[in-house]
């Protein structure tokens, strides 16, 4: 499929660039989106809480006091979770919430979302990303003459510069990737997609 490629000031170059039907044009798999952030989501999670059992706290393990004829409650030992200072029953401890999605899943996946973004009219295209200087006013200036101000945007390209990463980083809502390091996460969380041309050849030979 055919569009066309702007400048990055936001005037029109006058040219079009193909995109991949495999890659920007399939029936978008929705489970496997789902798997694919819901795995990438559980893989950021550090899993360090962590609690102590009775076992762990400090304290003698001696029965405070006789089972009976005190008139109070009857207790074991002063690590018991019922009791200030004890141990905790049922708590966290340090685990591991990862979990692995295939290969080709993952590619579905990410194909899924570029082909749900193409279908929303949500990805532009241009030709290079042209920055002098890595001004974040430079980078508010490209957003907005391109019409996506104000929309939670990643930009792919296919050897983001040391300017673009400066210019992009202090914009909210923007999030400059490497092309073939964008992730399902962040293609879901994302309004609109920017991309140069040599980005799109990334994503073909990537995912075509």
Same mark, same amino acid.
């Given at each position: 499929?055919?569009?066309?490629?702007?400048?990055?000031?936001? %005037?029109?170059?006058?040219?079009? *660039?193909?995109?991949?039907?495999?890659?920007?044009?399939?029936?978008?798999?929705?489970?496997? *989106?789902?798997?694919?952030? $819901?795995?990438?989501?559980?893989?950021?999670? @550090?899993?360090?809480?962590?609690?102590?059992?009775?076992?762990?706290?400090?304290?003698?393990?001696?029965?405070?006091?006789? @089972?009976?004829?005190? !008139?109070?409650?009857?207790? !074991?030992?002063?690590?018991?979770?019922?009791?200030?200072?004890?141990?905790?029953?049922?708590?966290?401890?340090?685990?591991?919430?990862?979990?692995?999605?295939?290969?080709?899943? %993952?590619?579905?996946?990410? $194909?899924?979302?570029? %082909?749900?973004? @193409?279908?929303? $009219?949500?990805?532009?295209?241009?030709?290079?990303?042209?920055?002098?200087?890595?001004?974040?006013?430079?980078?508010?200036?490209?957003?907005?003459?391109?019409?996506?101000?104000?929309?939670? &945007?990643?930009? &792919?390209?296919?050897?983001?510069?040391?300017?673009?990463?400066?210019?992009?980083?202090?914009?909210?809502?923007?999030?400059?990737?490497?092309?073939?390091?964008?992730?399902?996460?962040? &293609?879901?969380?994302?309004?609109?997609?920017?991309?140069?041309?040599?980005? *799109?050849?990334?994503?073909?030979?990537?995912?075509?």
């Amino acid at each position: 499929m055919k569009v066309d490629v702007r400048k990055f000031d936001g %005037s029109a170059s006058g040219g079009q *660039i193909d995109l991949k039907k495999e890659v920007f044009g399939i029936e978008p798999h929705e489970n496997a *989106i789902y798997l694919a952030v $819901k795995a990438e989501m559980a893989n950021r999670r @550090q899993g360090s809480a962590s609690t102590l059992t009775r076992g762990d706290v400090a304290g003698s393990g001696v029965k405070l006091f006789r @089972q009976k004829g005190t !008139g109070r409650a009857r207790v !074991g030992d002063a690590g018991s979770p019922v009791r200030y200072g004890g141990g905790v029953a049922f708590g966290p401890h340090p685990r591991s919430y990862r979990q692995k999605v295939n290969r080709k899943v %993952s590619g579905l996946a990410r $194909k899924s979302m570029l %082909s749900k973004l @193409q279908q929303a $009219k949500a990805i532009t295209v241009v030709e290079a990303f042209d920055l002098a200087e890595g001004k974040t006013r430079l980078m508010a200036q490209a957003v907005s003459a391109l019409g996506l101000q104000g929309r939670k &945007l990643v930009v &792919l390209a296919g050897a983001p510069s040391v300017e673009l990463k400066r210019a992009g980083r202090n914009l909210p809502g923007v999030r400059v990737k490497r092309a073939r390091d964008v992730s399902v996460r962040d &293609l879901w969380l994302a309004d609109s997609v920017l991309v140069d041309k040599a980005g *799109i050849k990334e994503l073909h030979a990537l995912l075509g």
